[in-house]
């Protein structure tokens, strides 16, 4: 599994966020730029870091596992 430590440091943003939309605000990104990130992130890892079901993106498990690992980067 070959990630980006940077990747998971803007995982934690979204995490910590709540929102694509105010993690990229935060990071000086645009949304589709960091939305693109997180489908990378997501390929190497290979498991689904947000469950997508309703309005709202919600980290799963692995999700926050990898979100915690960004933030002790």
């Known amino acids: 599994m070959n ?28 949304q589709p730029a960091l939305t693109r990130t997180m489908q990378i992130l997501e390929a190497r890892a290979g498991v689904a870091l947000f469950d997508r079901s309703g309005r709202r993106s919600r980290p799963t498990p692995a999700g926050l596992e990898l979100a915690a690992l960004g933030r002790s980067i």
């Open 3 to 30: 990630m980006d430590p940077r990747h998971l440091c803007y995982l934690a943003t979204v995490v910590e966020c709540g929102t694509l939309h105010a993690a990229a605000s935060a990071l000086g990104l645009t």
